[in-house]
C-alpha cells in the first residue's frame, strides 16, 4: 500500500538547537515529494519540491534532501518563530498528470527560546 | 494578488442543514481541490477539478458535492449535514499543465466546520 509516514510525531528543540524531520514513502515510482508548513489555524504553506535522489533545497534555516526512500527536512539553528506542523507529501508516477496526492500526518515542532 | 480564498471561515450547522463552501483563486490556476483535515487523520482529499469542467471524487467524496463555476471558483455543498463533517476544509489550487513543475498546490486559509 502507498504510504508516507512522518517522524517524529512531534519534537521539541531549544532556539540554536538543529535536527532533522524525516519523511519515508512507498509508492510505485516518485514523480515529486512537497514539503509544507502549518502554522495553527492556517492552511498550510508550500515550502519545496524535490523530484530526484540526491536533489536538495534551502530556504533559510530549512535544507529539505531526498533519497529513494526518503526525505530529510534539515532545521539549523531553529528559532521559535520555526515552530508549526510541516507535512510531507508525494505524487506517484502511476498517478501521471492527476494531482492526488499522498499526505504524512506531519511533524508538530515547537523551539523553545 | 489574493492566492486562494475561502468563505465562510467559520459556521456552525445542525445536522441536515444545507451549506455551500466558497473557493477561488486568481493565480490563473487550471487544477482546484477540496481537502479535509481532522486530527490523527491528516488531509483528505475530498473532490478535485483538473481543469474548468472536470471534476472527480477523491478518498472521501460521500456526503460532498462539488461545482467547477469557471476557472476561478470551485464550491463544495454538503446536501444534509451530519456531526461526522464536522472539520477544517481546505481549498487548494495548482497551475496544471503536463509538467511535475506544475505540481505544487496553494491553499487557503480553511473554513472551520461544526456539525451539532
Known amino acids: 500500500e502507498d504510504q508516507v509516514t512522518q517522524s517524529p510525531e512531534a519534537l521539541r528543540l531549544q532556539e540554536g538547537e538543529s535536527s532533522s524531520l524525516n519523511c519515508s514513502y512507498t509508492v510505485s515510482g516518485l514523480r515529486g515529494l512537497f514539503w509544507y508548513r502549518q502554522d495553527p489555524g492556517k492552511g498550510p504553506e508550500f515550502l519545496f519540491t524535490?523530484?530526484?535522489?540526491?536533489e536538495e533545497k534551502e530556504k533559510e534555516r530549512l535544507k529539505a534532501t531526498l533519497t529513494k526512500k526518503e526525505s530529510f527536512l534539515h532545521i539549523t539553528a531553529p528559532k521559535p518563530e520555526d515552530s508549526a506542523t510541516y507535512l510531507c507529501a508525494v505524487h506517484p508516477a502511476y498517478a501521471g498528470n492527476n494531482r492526488k496526492l499522498i499526505w504524512g500526518l506531519g511533524t508538530s515542532l515547537a523551539v523553545n527560546p | 494578488n489574493a492566492g486562494v480564498t475561502q468563505t465562510p471561515k467559520f459556521q456552525v450547522l445542525k445536522t441536515g442543514q444545507s451549506m455551500t463552501l466558497q473557493c477561488a483563486q486568481d493565480?490563473?490556476?487550471?487544477?482546484m481541490y477540496w481537502y479535509r483535515q481532522d486530527p490523527g487523520m491528516g488531509l483528505r482529499l475530498i473532490y478535485y477539478?483538473?481543469?474548468?469542467?472536470?471534476?472527480d471524487k477523491g478518498e472521501v467524496p460521500n456526503g460532498y458535492n462539488v461545482s467547477r463555476l469557471n476557472k476561478r471558483e470551485f464550491s463544495l455543498r454538503l446536501e444534509s449535514a451530519a456531526p461526522s463533517q464536522t472539520s477544517v476544509y481546505f481549498c487548494a489550487s495548482s497551475g496544471g499543465g503536463t509538467g511535475v513543475a506544475y505540481n505544487e498546490q496553494f491553499f487557503g486559509p480553511g473554513t472551520r466546520l461544526t456539525v451539532l
Open positions: 524535490l523530484y530526484s535522489a540526491g
Open positions: 477539478s483538473a481543469s474548468e469542467g472536470t471534476t
Open positions: 493565480m490563473n490556476h487550471n487544477s
